[in-house]
C-alpha cells in the first residue's frame, strides 16, 4: 500500500497516489513493501517499468521511470 507520495518523484510522476495498492511490476507480482523495492532497485536507472494497481476496487496500469534517490 502507498502510504506516501513524494512530490516530483517518479511515484508522483506516474500519478500514483496514497493508498494505492501495487499488485505487480512489470507483470511480476509485488508479495510485500520488501519485495517492491527488491524489484525496483533490480532495475536499471532510467527504465520504465509498468506497475499494476488497485485504487478505490479499480484496478488500472501506470507507467513509472527509475530513478535514483
Keep these: 500500500i502507498v502510504t506516501d507520495v513524494v512530490p516530483g518523484s517518479p511515484a ?3 500519478g500514483l497516489r496514497r493508498g494505492d495498492v ?3 511490476i512489470d ?3 509485488v508479495k510485500n ?3 517492491l523495492v527488491n ?3 533490480s532495475k536499471k536507472v532510467g ?3 509498468v506497475l499494476l494497481l488497485s485504487r478505490e ?5 501506470v507507467q513509472v ?3 535514483e534517490k
Design 12 to 14: 508522483d510522476q506516474a
Design 22 to 24: 501495487i499488485l505487480s
Design 27 to 29: 507483470e511480476r507480482p
Design 33 to 35: 513493501a520488501e519485495d
Design 39 to 41: 524489484q525496483i532497485q
Design 47 to 49: 527504465a520504465k517499468s
Design 57 to 61: 476496487g479499480q484496478t488500472m496500469y
Design 65 to 67: 521511470t527509475i530513478r
